[in-house]
């Protein structure tokens, strides 16, 4: 429900105004009553799913054209959204720890209901995961031995001069860069079959999304894949990654 100002003005065709008038609306449209939701985690893919269920209308309740999906961590404020979906919808990007998720249904008429009721759930899955943010292809590193360092890489530049100490300069450059490595690979196919596909992702040259078990998560490029082998000629695959945007 809104309200408007609408103002009409005569013109002749010699460009003679006449007076103009103002007159008040007001539009009224229904909205569509809210979503209800239903979470389900999987923790050997490390994905949520969310099954969504709308209301039938009733009336002259519109008719729901899409349901848009928000999730947060527990405890903070801010909503992102992560798809849009009609009756399921996973979530290949959700972080590890307390989550919660809402969803806001669009109607036909342009509407949007309110916010559905809030579900939270505890996600949780074993090692770190690469995510293709945009066809949702994952790789999982099951084990992250010795290799896996993260540093936070800045831009520093130390300037000599005349004085006993250096001058030390810092440009906007900040980002963590670090490496993941794994004793075994979980997942369909051959250690060998799984390092072809780790090839394959490094191929796109693309940003991914990287998560891990404690909970964090970076927007990430992948880079120098190497193969190792161990006494017991294991195949061992390891990455570096760098922090972009």
């Given at each position: 429900?809104?309200?408007?100002?609408?103002q009409?003005?005569?013109?002749?065709?010699?460009?003679?105004?006449?007076?103009?008038?103002?007159?008040?609306?007001?539009?009224?449209?229904?909205?569509?009553?809210?979503?209800?939701?239903?979470?389900?985690?999987?923790?050997?893919?490390?994905?949520?799913?969310?099954?969504?269920?709308?209301?039938?209308?009733?009336?002259?309740?519109?008719?729901i054209i899409?349901?848009?999906?928000?999730?947060?961590?527990?405890?903070?404020?801010?909503?992102?959204?992560?798809?849009?979906?009609?009756?399921?919808?996973?979530?290949?990007?959700?972080?590890?720890?307390?989550?919660?998720?809402?969803?806001?249904?669009?109607g036909?008429?342009?509407?949007?209901?309110?916010?559905?009721?809030?579900?939270?759930?505890?996600?949780?899955?074993?090692?770190?995961?690469?995510?293709?943010?945009?066809?949702?292809?994952?790789?999982?590193?099951?084990?992250?031995?010795?290799?896996?360092?993260?540093?936070?890489?800045?831009?520093?530049?130390?300037?000599r001069?005349?004085?006993?100490?250096?001058?030390?300069?810092?440009?906007?450059?900040?980002?963590e860069?670090?490496?993941?490595?794994?004793?075994?690979?979980?997942?369909?196919?051959?250690?060998?079959?799984?390092?072809?596909?780790?090839?394959?992702l490094?191929?796109?040259?693309?940003?991914?999304?990287?998560?891990?078990?404690?909970?964090?998560?970076?927007?990430v490029?992948?880079?120098?894949?190497?193969?190792?082998?161990?006494?017991?000629?294991?195949?061992?695959?390891?990455?570096?990654?760098?922090?972009?945007?």
């Open positions: 429900e809104r309200d408007y100002k609408i009409l003005e005569v013109k002749s065709q010699d460009d003679m105004v006449g007076r103009s008038e103002m007159v008040d609306f007001r539009t009224s449209f229904i909205k569509p009553r809210p979503p209800s939701i239903l979470l389900s985690q999987d923790s050997v893919f490390a994905t949520t799913t969310i099954l969504i269920e709308n209301p039938t209308p009733v009336g002259e309740e519109p008719n899409i349901n848009e999906i928000y999730r947060k961590r527990y405890g903070e404020s801010d909503w992102v959204k992560v798809g849009e979906a009609m009756t399921i919808f996973t979530d290949y990007q959700c972080p590890a720890g307390a989550i919660q998720y809402m969803a806001v249904a669009k036909d008429n342009g509407t949007r209901s309110e916010e559905s009721d809030m579900s939270l759930i505890d996600v949780m899955f074993s090692g770190w995961w690469v995510v293709d943010m945009e066809t949702n292809d994952m790789f999982n590193f099951v084990y992250n031995v010795s290799q896996g360092q993260i540093s936070l890489e800045e831009e520093r530049q130390e300037i001069t005349f004085s006993s100490k250096p001058f030390v300069r810092y440009g906007a450059f900040s980002a860069r670090g490496s993941l490595a794994g004793l075994k690979i979980d997942g369909p196919g051959t250690a060998r079959e799984q390092v072809n596909v780790l090839r394959e490094i191929s796109r040259r693309k940003p991914f999304y990287l998560k891990n078990n404690r909970g964090e998560s970076w927007v490029n992948i880079y120098n894949l190497k193969r190792q082998y161990n006494i017991g000629m294991m195949e061992m695959p390891s990455i570096d990654w760098v922090e972009v945007r």
